[in-house]
């Protein structure tokens, strides 16, 4: 009997087709399908599994040494790209493409909120005021700088181009423009392009190249009255440094679904920076149906392409903890 543990949060017809799936690639092979929250996985349970559908704690792989398959429900991997944390062998695949449209919606809900005051206004709302907040911009004219062009950044900046504006993609490797840029860099031409923005969008993953990539230095190229989002890793972007520019009035807002400590601390600075929108690491998360039909179906794809013996989609680079790279016209 083949295991499978599945922690994706699967509806009664995901568990049918997932099943279907496994049965239809392996023809006779028997599989015994585990169903169970993050929460409640043990070590007992990825110890036997031969394929793992969806996230477990990473030091409870260390002994699995039956995983052939590690499918992640999340686009970011660094946790499980630790050496020692993979057991020789396993194959590990993220779940990029899944959820592009939820956050790049997010982003652009934080763009017009931050841009058209509507933050100050509901301030103003609970505290019984009719007061007007002045002046606010618009995204037709402006200049956005795209950091990450996966399925998130790539998603983001085709909505900020169709609304007029003027659209700068920094990406880790050489690749063709797609129609939706206005320009294409790689990261090392990012400082001289900070200046130029308006709007600084981040969607890069967890780690040691990305960490602390947009400080206190990096902050102070950019644009007065400049927007700053960060939908990617909290290690991103120093606390106090984001603190210290919004209360500078350097940045003219910014809007961040990750902290760099989460759960963020009831006494952190952050909660009282002026002009800062932030949720807690929701702007994906299964809140909308479509990430989790998406999730299902990358993961019955991998079953079935380990199973047949073929290549896997969304495989995680362990150097680079990205999906890997496969050619030009690839985004990262």
């Keep these: 009997m083949r295991e499978i ?29 585990t ?9 007992e349970m990825v110890e036997r599994s031969e394929f793992i559908l969806g996230n477990v704690k990473p030091e409870y792989l260390k002994s699995a040494r039956n995983l052939k398959l590690m499918q992640l ?53 609970e505290s019984h005021e009719w007061k007007d907040e002045g002046k606010v911009n618009s995204i037709m004219n402006s200049v956005t700088l795209v950091i990450g062009l996966g399925d998130i950044g790539g998603q983001f900046a085709r909505k900020m181009h169709a609304l007029g504006s003027h659209v700068i993609g920094v990406r880790r490797n050489r690749a063709k423009r797609p129609d939706y840029l206005d320009e294409l860099h790689q990261m090392d031409e990012l400082d001289h392009l900070l200046g130029r923005a308006d709007i600084v969008a981040c969607s890069l993953p967890g780690t040691p190249e990305t960490e602390h990539l947009l400080n206190r230095e990096c902050i102070d190229r950019m644009k007065d009255g400049a927007l700053l989002l960060n939908v990617g890793r909290g290690s991103l972007i120093p606390t106090e440094d984001l603190v210290n520019a ?40 299964y809140h909308m149906q479509q990430i989790l039909e998406t999730v299902v179906e990358i993961a019955a794809e991998n079953l079935k392409a380990v199973l047949t013996g073929c290549k896997i989609e969304n495989e995680v680079d362990f150097q680079t903890g990205y999906r890997k790279f496969c050619g030009p016209e690839d985004n990262d």
């Design 5 to 33: 543990l599945v922690t994706i949060p699967a509806e009664p017809q995901h568990k049918i087709y997932l099943e279907h799936a496994a049965s239809e690639a392996a023809g006779s092979d028997e599989f015994h399908f």
């Design 246 to 285: 919004l209360r500078s009035g350097k940045l003219g807002g910014a809007a961040i679904d990750v902290a760099e400590q989460e759960p963020l601390p009831k006494d952190s600075p952050l909660w009282d920076a002026p002009n800062l929108l932030i949720t807690p690491h929701v702007s994906g998360n």
């Design 73 to 125: 429900d999340s686009a970011g991997a660094a946790p499980y790209i630790v050496p020692g944390i993979m057991p020789a062998g396993a194959q590990l695949a993220n779940a990029t493409g899944a959820y592009g449209l939820a956050i790049s919606e997010y982003m652009l809900g934080a763009v017009l909120m931050l841009m058209k005051k509507l933050d100050r206004y509901y301030k103003n709302m």
């Design 35 to 43: 169903y169970v929250s993050q929460k409640d996985v043990t070590q």
